[in-house]
């Protein structure tokens, strides 16, 4: 391990002689049109590379001079790196963040306030998520819904009736039970047990999990209660337990992939990956129990309050978020939804197959519950709630103790 | 190197090296000014390659870490001057108790298992056994195999429900445990993991010790009577014990800096049981934007090894035994 220290502080220093080297004469032109701006990314990884690069291409083509340089990291080692990198004051101009950060980065006055050229086209309410006192900071790059896939075949050997967006809870549990058949490892529903869960079903159930100032947490009440046994309980009725394997990476995807799930909560991402699933499969507005709500994600990029090119580094922002390029390719790709206003640009996107009701992403907008957010304390906050679950979930803790042992826990870091 | 080269030294030592090994190149006090600057010279040239990467990525870091302790600092805003509030906060908090405790619990158990499956193996494969290398070299292995590779595959195998081990343990009628889900054995999974990569390093430092051992003293021993226990615990043992210290102090520091099997096989978890001193340095600094207290947790970490290595040094005169 030692040893590759001083070979890669080696090739640092090399490639900083010839960075110095390459940089000077180009420095000498004067004409300072030759821009390199730097993009760092997770939305493209595992399947999008090719996709971001059309769009980078189109981009070039359009914007001579202004050359883009795209760094791609797997979403579970962005986060990390991307504080090293403003730690270190190596941040990209150019860098994906998701809405949960939004305020803290905001907050701590690493994004350079945009001057958008187009504001109106984008949709309004995504826009806005990223504004804060009326000045854009960063701009949406895609949206995506969370909701319920179900396995036809399944449905039909229980002899149920599909899923729809009238569904409640209640409707989705009878199913699940009658689905569930454990000697044969078929389960009824997957939900995983966590904080993206856990404030959707609050939502679900007329509770919330901040109060409004956002200083305290507002989980700890019946309604509460109540949600958190509904996600938890499935577990060892209808879902597998921890012990059986659930909650590890990929399991509950591959359990729908094998044809053992009859339903999933699962977002709108994997449209791809279960194409070529052996088994008729659509999707339905996830069930609620007083009130519909269901999980909007959307990504964005932010523009480095430290770049030099802040003006390159917009249009690229700009044209990554809003062009007709972008939406093309993000509709034929299959990939996240664009962020735009123009629904009609959007038509495509229906009418495709695989599933057949994808009118059922746009229906789960209509009831939206969005990821409660604080300007500190926010991976914290994740964590305290997620480990508290589990361990209602495993059988160690009663569901009222996990929840008055994550609002006291929480309370204290949000008090800081 | 240094790690290996030690216990090599200490065989060299038993030999009682002649003293036409020593270096012959010492300046002596006839020398011309300019011969003497050229000794220099030539002394820290060959001192540059290691001290340049210590100065950058160890000497350089630590003391930045006494500044960043001192420091509110989450990496995105700037840092804020607190004085020793990261260290009376870390005080404070039971977390800090608890994540050493639970280090501490992990030394407890890896320690005696790795040594003394070391020491087996390392008396097993010092006999005439054929294909000797080829044995060292296989219990070797997982000592240069990645944690994340060894990590996951452990993960595999005890895995709860669809795991060889508890299959296995089903067919003895075992209701095996859930191992890394279940609190309660988190710790003993990583331990096990543990002990069986670092075997293969403890029984090489052994097996160097014991080569270096006086055949001529068995000899005696046994013109004298003694069977093979009173073999092992009057002169291998006694002999051992410059390596054995040597796998004691290196395991220890080593045992407190655990993190790789950690992260990779539970993550600290669940509920954080298994939650020790670096992995909670590292979930200070990424992902609760508290690098401040992640140093001043690091500096404690480091006081701690410190004493308890001073503690070993001065205690090995009672026994350990340099010929």
Known sequence: MNRTVPVVAGLAGAALLLAGCAASPAEGDASAEEVTITYSNFISNGGNEENLEAIVAAFEDENPGITVEVTTLPYADYGTALQTDLAAGSVADVFDIEYANYAAYQANGVLAPLEVSNPDAYRPSLLEAYSTDGTSYALPSSFSTVVMFYNADLFDAAGLEYPTADWTWEDERAAAEAITDEAAGVWGSHQPVSFYEYYKVLEQNGESFLTDDGTAVAFNTPGGIEAAEWLVGKSGTVMPTIEQGQGTPDFDTNLFLEGKLGMLHTGIWMFGAFADAPFAWDIAVEPGNTEQASAVFSNAVGVSASSEHIEAATKWAEFLTSSQVMVDTRLDAGWELPPVADEAALATYLEKDAPANRQAVFDSLDGVALPPVVANGQTEMQDIIGEELVEAQAGRKSVEEALASAEERINAVLAG | ?323
């Open chain 2, 1 to 323: 190197m240094s790690i290996l080269a030690a216990p090599q030294a200490i065989a060299e030592a038993a030999e009682s090296a002649p003293p036409t090994r020593m270096p012959a190149a010492a300046p002596r006090a006839g020398r011309s000014r300019a011969a003497r600057v050229r000794y220099a010279l030539v002394v820290l040239a060959f001192l540059l390659p290691s001290a340049i990467p210590l100065a950058l990525f160890v000497i350089g870091p630590m003391i930045a870490a006494v500044w960043i302790s001192l420091h509110d600092w989450n990496l995105i805003a700037p840092m804020r001057f607190v004085g020793l509030d990261n260290f009376a906060s870390l005080l404070a908090d039971p977390a800090t108790g608890d994540v050493f405790l639970h280090t501490v619990g992990y030394i407890i158990g890896y320690l005696p298992l790795v040594y003394v499956g070391g020491l087996l193996l390392a008396l097993a494969l010092n006999q005439a056994l054929k294909g000797r290398s080829l044995w060292r070299g296989i219990y070797f292995l997982p000592v240069v195999t990645s944690w994340i590779v060894v990590a996951l595959v452990w993960r595999w195998l005890l895995n709860p429900s669809t795991g060889i081990v508890n299959t296995a343990l089903a067919g003895l009628g075992i209701d095996g445990p859930g191992w890394w889900t279940d609190p309660a054995w988190a710790m003993p999974s990583i331990v096990l993991a543990s002990a069986w990569k670092d075997v293969g390093f403890v029984m090489v430092i052994l097996l160097a010790g014991l080569q270096a051992i006086n055949p001529d003293l068995y000899d005696a021993a046994r013109v004298d009577g003694a069977g093979p226990w009173r073999r092992l615990w009057s002169i291998t043992l006694p002999m051992l014990s410059p390596s054995t210290f040597f796998v004691v102090v290196i395991s220890l520091i080593n045992g407190f800096q655990v993190f790789d099997q950690v992260y990779a096989m539970t993550g600290g978890g669940p509920g954080g049981a298994s939650q020790v001193v670096v992995q909670q340095i590292y979930d200070l600094t990424f992902r609760y934007g508290a690098a401040g207290e992640a140093a001043a947790l690091s500096w404690m970490l480091f006081a701690v090894i410190l004493a308890v290595t001073v503690v070993q040094i001065i205690g090995q005169k009672r026994w350990v035994h340099y010929v």
